[in-house]
Structures are given as C-alpha cells and as structure tokens.
C-alpha cells in the first residue's frame, strides 16, 4: 500500500495499480484496496475499471458515510461514462467525404483508324489494280491486228489462238479492276467509318484530407 501510495503520487499510476493488484491478492477483503483500485483507475481514465472496483467496494460492509461518498463516485462515473460514449459515437460518425472523381471528358477522337484491317484491304485493292492493269495491258498487245490476215504464215487457228488469249486477257483485267475498286471501297469505309483508338480516358480524383484536399491524376 505504501509503495503504490508513492506511484500514484508521482502519476505513475500503472505500477500503482500493479501493486495494489499485488496487495489485493493477499488480502483480497481488504475494502480500502478495492477503493483504491478504483481511485487509481479513476486517474487513469479507466472508467469502466474503476466503476468495477466501487461497485466491489459497494457490496462490502461499509459504513453509511463511506456507502454515500462511493455512490456519490458511481453516480458521477456512470455519467462521465454516458458523456464519452455520446462523444465517441458523434465523433465516429463524422467521417470525411467521399473522394469525388471527375472525369475530363476526352477531345472527340478523330476518324481515320489505320490497323491491320485497313492495311491488308487497301493492299487487296492495289493488288487488284495491279492485276487489271497488267493483263489490260496484255489483251491490248495480244489483240489480232488488222493486216495479221495479209501474212503468209498466218493461219486462222493462230487467228484463234491470239482472240482466245486476249479474250481471256481481258475478262482478267476485269476481274482485277473490279476486285481493286470494291477493296477501295472498302479501304475506305475501313479508314473513314471509323474513329481512331483511344486508350484510356484521363481522370482527376478529389481526396478529401486533413487540410484541404489532395489532387490524384490518372492520365
């Protein structure tokens, strides 16, 4: 008791506690410990132990004027006790905002997307300009001229032959023009039907904070 006498004295009411805790194990009927249990609790802030100890205290042999001074304790304990709660619990439920995020709206993305689909469609359609034009330009070399008959050597299977040749020349040279101007066609829906990629859209989060708000970017 003496020593946990001088700790509380000196504030140091952790170590008091210890040894009145000690003490009481001796003697654990001892009423002037378990009020004193409750006085060093009480110092301490330790509300909910230091009602415990004086209502120990209240259940032993006491007399009228120590049964008044401890019900006066309780009574004045149980209402700081309300008042922590209530101040907890409205501190508790004051919590910062919501981080708000805005969106910056992007640009209108531009028309004109060049990717694979595009590429290999504008190269079918060279492609087939390149065929058309070669075999265009075959069936016109191909084509019987109209002094061929005057040859001697010329016969009309070799009349035949150079018809049928540039006959199909030319049915190819169709195919290749016609093939090359639907590719542009679709080359061109390809490129011009459809904006460009966009990755990402960048954005701007409030955080709320102690001081202020802070700033974070997504870009």
Known sequence: MRKARS??????????IVELETARAL???????????????EKALHIEEALHFYRLYLDMDLEPAERARAETIVKRLEGARVHVQVTATATATVVAPPATTFVIAPPPPAHGRIDGLTVISGLVALGGFGVGTGFGVAA??????????????????????????????AIIADIGFATGAVFTVITLGLFFGRTKRVDAHPQVTVVPQARGVGLVGVF
């Open 27 to 41: 003697d654990p009927y001892a009423k002037d410990l378990v009020f004193n249990l409750g006085i060093v609790h």
């Open 7 to 16: 700790l509380y004295d000196a504030g140091n009411y952790a170590d008091a």
């Open 140 to 169: 016109i070399v191909n084509r019987p001229a109209n002094n061929v008959m005057t040859s001697p050597t010329f016969t009309v299977a070799d009349l035949q032959a150079q018809v049928d040749a540039a006959h199909t020349q």
